[in-house]
């Protein structure tokens, strides 16, 4: 779609298929369906903007949307300064607030990952989105212009769950390959295997892309919580 995006489509959408493997449960199908749209002249806080409209449109009520800063989400709920705490208190802090776990293997960005999705989330009600992620966690967001050290990203949750991923699109080739090359860097030191770098996607962001946002939102999660169910199962047509 970013190719599309950058030989002049315009804005552009698409539902399609997505896979995980080894992921099932309540809220988890190894296949699963995707609505992912771009917007030309958008940045990530219109992008909002205008899911909190498609969302409203389709519950066919008001409702009710909050934001928050990633910084601000984990001071408000766990007193931590994600800017200036360290690794090994990160992991302490896993190991203090997650029963039974064992964070010695554990990075900055897996710890912070860890407490989000099981410490902070299931405390999160109605739906909420959290802003302006670390750089570390954000390959493919623009860095905020007054903000160096986060990126125009951007989750959007429900009752802890979440729904949509999006970001203002970074259109520099050469900062996109560095940040690919740094990715893999880190995948060798670690041991694991080493993606290909998608040249195709470099060469039509060198040819030159205009500014935009994109999100992609799960809509079997999202028509989950829009119909009040429990399960994902319960809105899939075929579950094996």
């Known amino acids: 779609m970013k190719r599309l995006l950058a030989a002049g489509s315009g804005s552009i959408f698409q539902v399609g298929h997505a896979f995980r493997e080894g992921e099932a449960g309540r809220l988890h199908h190894p296949e699963f369906s995707l609505l992912e749209w771009y917007r030309v002249g958008y940045d990530y806080q219109q992008l ?4 909190e409209l498609l969302i409203t449109s389709l519950s066919l009520r008001q409702c009710s949307f909050s934001r928050i800063s990633y910084r601000d989400l984990f001071r408000e709920k766990l007193e931590l300064v994600v800017d200036e705490i360290s690794v090994e208190e990160l992991r302490g802090c896993c190991v203090h607030r997650i029963p039974d776990m064992n964070s010695s293997s554990l990075d900055y960005d897996q710890c ?12 999160m009600r109605g739906y909420q989105f959290v802003y302006d992620y670390p750089i570390s966690q954000a ?3 623009r860095i905020r ?5 986060v990126a125009e990203r951007f989750e959007l949750f429900f009752d802890g769950i979440e729904l949509a991923n999006g970001f203002s699109e970074l259109t520099d080739a050469a900062e996109q390959r560095s940040r690919f090359e740094r990715d893999n860097a880190l995948r060798l030191a670690r041991g694991l295997p080493q993606p ?3 040249e195709r996607l470099l060469a039509a962001l060198k040819s030159g892309m205009e500014d935009c946002a994109g999100v992609a939102l799960g809509l079997d999660r999202l028509l989950m ?15 094996d």
């Not at 212009?145 to 050290?149: A, I, P, R």
């Open 139 to 141: 390959a493919l967001a």
């Open 225 to 239: 919580v829009l119909l009040e169910l429990d399960s994902i199962d319960q809105v899939l047509t075929f579950t």
């Open 145 to 149: 212009k007054d903000d160096g050290s």
């Open 196 to 198: 290909p770098i998608d």
């Open 48 to 51: 909002m903007d205008e899911i």
């Open 112 to 123: 912070l990952d860890l407490l989000l999705g099981m410490v902070i989330a299931p405390t």
